[in-house]
């Protein structure tokens, strides 16, 4: 197989097939970020009536959590103002998404109650609504958390399920236009970390994604309102995390945008020895920088700023067409 019918049909089996054999990982590399699917490809995100076109141009999600037991900020954002007045933080220092959760999914969390769940989610997007543009993610594996967020006015859902865990949460995606994130997790936040076990984890991940966007376009959601995440430190160990990071260009063969959740996860504190989530936003800004060199276009972060600036100087240098001063 050549390089212009990888081109012509980016998201088939046979590409994906291909791309994950490893053979044409620097071809798809090339070919996506300096021309950006240039053969009449684009990487774009259809949101409400707006389609976002990210080959460019990727996507700073900023995070809150509405939680008193998130792993690394748990219990600062609790209080509805305070979750407000950071949500708006974030949006001034650039971020393009605010990603609302109400339960924290941390290994071994208890998980939350959907009366609960909703008192601590839906009065803060009720009060970012009027006041922000940055678009809004309802980070939740509940479908009836879903619904009431989509009224109250997010556009996006984030399911770390990949709309699985909640059999009504297809239906409730289906009856909107609201972006989708799908994300990879091996068990539930209980059981994911206890001893997860893949034959070759990138493969595994890659029919993951195949059998969710073949299912979810069978439910009535077109896969241009599918984004796709790995799942990092989700049903994975620190081997598993760093194949997926080193196998994103091989997954953008699956023709959607990818999103990358590391920040501060403890693959970080492992590989460095570092105890304190809070330290660990520098090591996060680099993976923003690298992972979008590799083609994650999608990037989950605590702290907006920093990643904001890497991912915009890494895109001016990856945009900079050859021939020119
Ligand atoms: N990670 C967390 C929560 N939601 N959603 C997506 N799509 N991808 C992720 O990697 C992801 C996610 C965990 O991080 P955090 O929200 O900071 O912690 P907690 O779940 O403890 O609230």
């Not at 900020?73 to 509805?80: A, I, Q, S, V």
């Not at 989610?121 to 006041?131: C, E, K, Q, S, Y």
């Not at 970390?193 to 890659?206: H, N």
Request: net charge negative.
């Amino acid at each position: 197989m050549d390089e212009a019918t990888l081109l012509i049909a980016p998201g088939s089996a046979e590409a994906a097939g291909l791309a994950s054999s490893g053979r044409i990982r620097r071809l798809l590399l090339y070919k996506h970020d300096r021309q950006g699917w240039s053969a009449g490809m684009t990487l774009d995100w259809h949101i409400h009536c707006t389609a976002h076109d990210l080959s460019r141009r990727g996507m700073i999600m900023g995070i809150v959590n509405v939680t008193p037991d998130s792993f690394s900020d748990g219990g600062r954002f609790l209080d509805h103002g305070r979750a407000v007045e950071h949500a708006l933080k974030l949006a001034a220092e650039g971020a393009d998404i605010l990603d609302i959760g109400g339960e924290s999914t941390r290994p071994g969390a208890a998980p939350v109650e959907e009366a609960e769940e909703l008192r601590r989610v839906l009065p803060v997007i009720r009060a970012l609504r009027p006041v922000t543009r940055a678009l809004i993610s309802i980070d939740t594996m509940k479908a009836a958390v879903a619904r009431a967020a989509l009224e109250a006015g997010a556009d996006i859902i984030n399911d770390v399920t990949g709309l699985r865990g909640d059999a009504a949460m297809a239906r409730v995606a289906a009856d909107s236009r609201a972006g989708v994130i799908v994300m990879h997790m091996a068990g539930t936040p209980q059981t994911m970390q206890r001893e997860p076990v893949y034959q070759d984890v990138l493969a595994e991940v890659t029919a993951f994604f195949q059998e969710r966007l073949r299912t979810l376009e069978g439910q009535g959601i077109a896969a241009e309102r599918i984004v796709l995440d790995p799942g990092f430190g989700f049903g994975k160990t620190l081997e598993h995390n760093l194949r997926l990071l080193h196998g994103l260009p091989d997954m953008m063969a699956l023709g959607r945008p990818l999103l990358a959740g590391v920040s501060r996860k403890s693959m970080i504190g492992q590989l460095l020895g570092n105890a304190d989530p809070a330290a660990r936003d520098w090591p996060t800004v680099a993976l923003t920088s690298h992972l979008r060199e590799l083609g994650a276009r999608l990037f989950r972060v605590h702290e907006v700023l920093p990643n904001v600036q890497a991912l915009r100087m890494t895109e001016a240098i990856l945009g900079h067409e050859p021939g020119q001063p």
